[in-house]
C-alpha cells in the first residue's frame, strides 16, 4: 500500500534547498585592526537566516548586520538560511583574524659596534616579531622601505639617528626604534698615565698606560727609534742616565698612521 500526496490546485511543490552568500563590507583589509565588523548576507529565496557568531546565536539576523565589541583573535560569523517551505540550505562561513598587537623590532648586530668610530659605514642587522613592513629613516632624511639589514656608506663626520618603523599586516605600528651613534674619522692615542710621573727622577723604569677615543692599536717609540706594535700598559727597565722621550701613535682600522702623543722626562 503507498499514499500519494499531491499540492492543492495551484500550489507548488517546493524541494529545493535555499542559498546564502556571506560578503565582509568592512573592513576592508585582513587582518584586521579593527574590532567590528560589517556583514551583507543575500539569500536567493524568501525565508529565515540564523546568524552564529563564534557558534553563539546573533539576533536579528538582517543585512547589513554590524557585530561590534570584538576581541582579537580568531572569528567565525556563519549563517544558515531556510525558505519559507521548510528546506534547510548549507550554511555559509566566514572567518578572520583582529589583530590589535604592535610588532616588535629588534636590533641583533650592528658593525662597528662602537658608538663612537672613525669608520663612515654602518651595517645593521635587525628581526621584527611577525610579518611587517618596515621603514628606516636615517638623520631625518625620509623614510624609506628597508629589509633585515641596512648599510649606509660614506657617512659624514658627527652624530647619526637611524629609526626603524615597522607596520604589520593588520595596520599595528610598532615603537620607534632608534640607533645613534657618531663618526669621528679623527683617532688620536692619549698617555692616560705614568709611573712614577715625576722629572727628573732618579728611577729607571717608566710604565705608561695609553688609549685612543676611537677603536685603533697602537704603535710606541723610545727615544727616537722604530716604531713598533704595542698594547697598553708599556714599561721600559734600566733606563740611562739623560733626557727621554717615550711616543706613542694611534693606528685606525684602515691601517693608516694617527696622532697621539709624547712625554719626556729626565
Known amino acids: 500500500a503507498f499514499t500519494v500526496s499531491a499540492a492543492l490546485p495551484g500550489q507548488k ?13 568592512a573592513p576592508v583589509s585582513l587582518p584586521a585592526h579593527d574590532t567590528s565588523a560589517t556583514f551583507d548576507i543575500i539569500a536567493n529565496e524568501l525565508g529565515a537566516l540564523t546568524c552564529y557568531l563564534d557558534g553563539h546565536a546573533v539576533d536579528p539576523c538582517v543585512a547589513p548586520l554590524q557585530l561590534t565589541n570584538l576581541g582579537e583573535g580568531m572569528h567565525r ?64 632624511g625620509g623614510k624609506l622601505p628597508c629589509s633585515s639589514m641596512v648599510q649606509f656608506n660614506d657617512l659624514a663626520d658627527g652624530s647619526h639617528v637611524l629609526i626603524l618603523i615597522a607596520r604589520d599586516l593588520a595596520g599595528n605600528f610598532s615603537e620607534a626604534v632608534s640607533y645613534v651613534w657618531e663618526v669621528n674619522s679623527v ?22 698606560r695609553f688609549s685612543s677615543n676611537n677603536a685603533a692599536s697602537f704603535v710606541c717609540a723610545l727615544d727616537g727609534a ?8 708599556v714599561s721600559y727597565d734600566n733606563v740611562p742616565d739623560g ?12 691601517g693608516l698612521l694617527r696622532d697621539g702623543e709624547i712625554y719626556d722626562w729626565t
Open 187 to 208: 683617532v688620536v692615542a692619549h698617555i692616560d698615565s705614568v709611573i712614577p710621573g715625576t722629572s727628573p727622577t732618579s728611577q729607571r723604569s717608566r710604565t705608561f
Open 77 to 140: 560569523f556563519e549563517v544558515a538560511p531556510v525558505d519559507l517551505a521548510g528546506n534547510t540550505g548549507a550554511s555559509v562561513a566566514f572567518d578572520w583574524q583582529i589583530d590589535l598587537t604592535m610588532p616588535e623590532i629588534l636590533i641583533t648586530s650592528v658593525i662597528p659596534a662602537e658608538k663612537v668610530t672613525a669608520i663612515s659605514s654602518l651595517e645593521l642587522v635587525f628581526g621584527v616579531s611577525e610579518s611587517a613592513e618596515v621603514t628606516c629613516e636615517l638623520d631625518q
Open 226 to 233: 722604530a716604531f713598533s706594535g704595542c698594547q697598553s700598559p
Open 13 to 25: 511543490i517546493d524541494l529545493t534547498p535555499p542559498s546564502v552568500t556571506v560578503h565582509m563590507m
Open 243 to 254: 733626557a727621554h722621550r717615550f711616543e706613542v701613535r694611534a693606528v685606525d682600522r684602515q
